[in-house]
Every structure is written in structure tokens, then in C-alpha cells.
């Protein structure tokens, strides 16, 4: 596990999921970004924050910041742990 990334709402993080690279959990932020329309919103107040995982701690790479909650996100999320099998 090189990366980490991080889903917190306004009351703390709420779960992880940990990938095998940087790249790859750089890549699930990247998806989740691309999927949200952020132009009428100024606050924000939830978070997916891609951190590297190190020998002696943790290091931010990157963060995501969410006016409100999203399920369609959340979604993405979860899926990028355990892909739906394909029929």
C-alpha cells in the first residue's frame, strides 16, 4: 500500500481506502473530480484528501473539497475498493 485516500464529512474522517500506488489512488481522486460540477458552489464542507503512505507517517499529496454530500461520489469511491464483477 503507497496511498491512502481519505472521506471526511464536517463531523471527522469517515473511512479510507488504501491503494497499491500513488498513481492509482491519484487517479480515483482524478475521477472524482471530473465527475462533480463545482462552478455554483462556495462552500465546502466534505473531503477526499490522497495521502502517501510512509515508513514514518503520512504525507498529503492532494485534496478534494465538496460543498455537500454526494452519493454518485461516494459511489465512485467505494467501487474504486471492489469493482463490480463483470458479467
Not at 469517515?14 to 491519484?26: N, Q, S
Not at 466534505?46 to 502517501?52: D, G
Amino acid at each position: 500500500m503507497q496511498s491512502r485516500i481519505l472521506y471526511i464529512a464536517p463531523s471527522g474522517p469517515l473511512c479510507f481506502i488504501d491503494y497499491l500506488t500513488v498513481a492509482e489512488g491519484r487517479a480515483v481522486l482524478e475521477k472524482l473530480r471530473n465527475t462533480m460540477d463545482f462552478s455554483r458552489f462556495t462552500r465546502m464542507m466534505y473531503e477526499f484528501r490522497l495521502v502517501r503512505m510512509m515508513k514514518d507517517g503520512i504525507v498529503g499529496i492532494d485534496r478534494l473539497l465538496l460543498p455537500r454530500f454526494d452519493r454518485r461520489l461516494i459511489e465512485i469511491f467505494l467501487d474504486s475498493c471492489c469493482p463490480a464483477p463483470t458479467l
